[in-house]
């Protein structure tokens, strides 16, 4: 069988009211050809809603080709991290991600995927916050509550969604690519939303009826839990902005940081070779060498933990990255005391200019050396 090109997401916890009658729907509502295939998360839910939706399967495989994954996992995990679950095993190349309780009617799924086809935006979201859109069955509690969440979203983390709490959307798979996820609580969407910028969005009109059968997973955490996703993601955000784009900026910004780093290492070198020389009475040589300990010392913490910001500081890591810092240091100062050589005895420079040219030389190798094998970063990055 061909693979599959759209992925319906849908997550199940206790659904065995709900799950014959919307994998049917989804069924009917989903042309063959768009060739899709569903994959239901269940929370191993004690009313068997996997066993059911197994047994359909099985009892549908032959004559409609629609392929039911059932994924089972152990516990109860929340929606958002089932969602996320699903994707990961999500054969399409089109995701689309929908509640199993009939709130969200299946048979909107064409016109979103038409919608996301021809606009060549990358996220389509069902909203029941735009023209045409509505809820139905929901105490004026709930409605409220909606919208004081959907309120915070679009002015605390700037989103430009009608409908960012909406549970019903489709998507282009590889625009999560290189993302990471928290998936607490309920709200896949919204994270979505903050962490793939750039991401275009068309929104589609869609009546929410709360459901008929079963009840809601919503539970008394889950205003608590969605204060804690904002706070997590405003700060995601905060970072992100911060965060310089121009690789040129980030590049010679950290390069400034690791010649400053080499100064100070001077300043920490001369100190402490006169500080043993001095006061413990040490052998001027020995002291030189100490100076020299110290320094590469100090300079590889200033540079793991300011230039580069490396903040794992297990022990295995730090040693060997201590280790390879050490030995392109050396490295570094036998070239600078080549290349001194070679421009004053084979150039005929003067001593101040090649010591000048050759310290340039070999502290900026060091920072290639270092940057892409010690700490292992892009070298342009
Ligand atoms: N696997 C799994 N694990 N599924 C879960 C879990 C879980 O921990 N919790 C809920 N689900 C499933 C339910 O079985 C259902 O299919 C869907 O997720 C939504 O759960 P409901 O409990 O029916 O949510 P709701 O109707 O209160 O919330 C709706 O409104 C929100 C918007 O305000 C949903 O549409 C949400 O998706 C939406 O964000
Ligand atoms: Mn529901």
Redesign the pocket.
């Known amino acids: 069988m061909q693979s599959a090109e759209i992925s319906i997401i849908?997550?199940?916890?206790?659904?065995s009211q709900?799950i014959l009658g919307i994998l049917e729907h989804i069924q009917k509502s989903v042309p063959r050809e768009m060739r899709a295939e569903t994959i239901v998360?269940?929370?191993n839910?004690p009313d068997n809603?996997a066993k059911i939706a197994e047994d359909y399967f099985h009892s549908i495989r032959e004559r409609t080709g629609h392929t039911i994954n059932v994924v089972k996992?152990k516990a109860?995990?929340?929606?958002s991290?089932?969602i996320l679950h699903g994707i990961q095993q999500a054969s399409g190349r089109i995701i689309v991600?929908?509640?199993?309780?009939f709130?969200?009617p299946p048979n909107i799924i064409p016109k979103m995927i038409e919608t996301l086809r021809h606009t060549k935006c990358d996220i389509v979201i069902a909203s029941r916050y735009v023209k045409g859109g509505s809820i139905q069955g929901w105490p004026f509690k709930?409605k409220l509550m909606?919208k004081i969440?959907t309120m915070i979203a679009k002015k605390g983390l700037g989103i430009k969604s009608h409908d960012p709490?909406?549970?019903?959307f489709v998507f282009k798979k590889n625009i999560i690519n290189e993302l990471k996820f928290d998936a607490i609580g309920?709200?896949?969407?919204l994270e979505i939303l903050v962490k793939a910028k750039g991401a275009k969005i068309q929104e589609v009109p869609y009546t929410?009826t709360?459901?008929q059968n079963?009840?809601?997973?919503?539970g008394t955490s889950t205003v608590l839990e969605y204060c804690n996703s904002v706070w997590n993601l405003y700060k995601y955000g905060r970072k992100v902005r911060r965060e310089e784009r121009r690789t040129s900026v980030r590049f010679l910004s950290k390069a400034a940081r690791f010649f400053t780093v080499g100064a100070s290492g001077l300043g920490v070198n001369y100190l402490a070779s006169m500080l043993f020389a001095l006061s413990a009475n040490v052998w001027y040589l020995h002291a030189t060498m100490m100076g020299i300990v110290f320094s590469i010392t100090s300079n590889f913490f200033l540079n793991k933990y300011w230039t580069f910001e490396d903040k794992d500081f297990s022990i295995k890591t730090t040693l060997v990255q201590y280790g390879k810092f050490a030995g392109f240091s050396s490295i570094g100062a036998l070239v600078q005391l080549g290349l001194v050589y070679y421009l004053v005895d084979g150039f005929a420079l003067s001593y101040p200019i090649a010591l000048v040219l050759a310290v340039g030389t070999a502290a900026f190798g060091n920072f290639i050396l270092n940057k892409k094998w010690t700490f292992k970063e892009k070298v342009w990055s």
Do not use: C, I, Q, W
């Open positions: 849908l997550p199940t916890y206790n659904e709900n998360v269940d929370d839910s809603t996992r109860k995990d929340g929606l991290s089932a991600v929908m509640d199993s309780d709130s969200h709930r909606s969440a709490m909406s549970g019903f309920y709200k896949m969407l929410f709360d459901r079963g009840s809601s997973k919503l």
